[in-house]
């Protein structure tokens, strides 16, 4: 059973930075594609950023420029650093796992208030 446990959510203000943490169980983690989505409340679930097994990363248009999604996989970690953030990052962050592009695992979410 993988699980994905993120971690670093909280409330911030407009303009501040965050950094969210995911860490992953299991072997072979080096070669999965790993991913952030959020969800806002009354909003679909929406690509944030990816990141696959040579590094490379694909984000979504409202955050690029802002966030940057990294890995390390030697602690089979992902992390995403947030900056100027906006109230409309406010957002369930999920971190997300693709196996062999057809198996895919979420965490349970963390929470981002964006908020003065």
């Known amino acids: 059973q993988v699980q994905l446990v993120e971690s670093g959510g909280g409330l911030v203000q407009p303009g501040g930075s965050l950094t969210l943490s995911c860490a992953a169980s299991?072997?072979?983690?080096?070669?999965?594609?790993m991913g952030w989505y959020r969800q806002a409340p009354g909003k679909q679930r929406e690509l944030v950023a990816t990141i696959k097994s040579d590094a490379t990363t694909n984000y979504g248009d409202s955050v690029k420029g802002r966030f940057t999604i990294s890995r390390d996989n030697a602690r089979n970690t992902v992390n995403l650093q947030m900056t100027s953030l906006e109230p409309e990052d406010t957002a369930v962050y999920y971190c997300n796992q693709v196996r062999g592009g057809m198996l895919s695992y979420w965490g349970q979410g963390t929470h981002v208030t964006v908020s003065s």
């Open positions: 299991g072997s072979n983690f080096r070669f999965y594609v």
